[in-house]
């Protein structure tokens, strides 16, 4: 038996067919701000994955700089104000 088969999904499991990865692949590409535009381009699906791992990428990174602009800010703010930023970010 082959390693491949052994790792198959259990019986009775669906399998998503070509048509439905095409479909996921194009919703995702709507989704990119750097391609989604482009829907009457034909852009591979590996286009696609590798600019949805950038994406996400720039997002944490975004993220981390924002996260951290707010400890800043949260440490340099008097404690009453400081109190009401949290409770607000914690809703």
Not at 46 to 68: F, G, M, P, W
Not at 74 to 82: F, K, R
């Given at each position: 038996?082959?390693?491949?088969?052994?790792?198959?999904?259990?019986?009775?499991?669906?399998?998503?067919?070509?048509?439905?990865i095409?479909?996921?692949v194009?919703?995702?590409?709507?989704?990119?701000?750097?391609?989604?535009?482009?829907?009457?381009?034909?852009?591979?699906?590996?286009?696609?994955?590798?600019?949805?791992?950038?994406?996400?990428?720039?997002?944490?990174?975004?993220?981390?700089?924002?996260?951290?602009?707010?400890?800043?800010?949260?440490?340099?703010?008097?404690?009453?104000?400081?109190?009401?930023?949290?409770?607000?970010?914690?809703?």
């Amino acid at each position: 038996m082959s390693s491949r088969r052994a790792r198959s999904r259990p019986s009775g499991s669906s399998r998503i067919t070509d048509d439905q990865i095409l479909d996921l692949v194009t919703k995702l590409q709507q989704l990119l701000p750097e391609i989604g535009n482009r829907l009457s381009d034909k852009v591979s699906a590996a286009k696609v994955l590798q600019e949805t791992c950038n994406y996400i990428r720039s997002l944490h990174r975004e993220v981390d700089d924002l996260s951290e602009r707010l400890s800043e800010l949260l440490a340099t703010t008097d404690t009453a104000q400081a109190a009401i930023i949290r409770n607000l970010l914690m809703q």
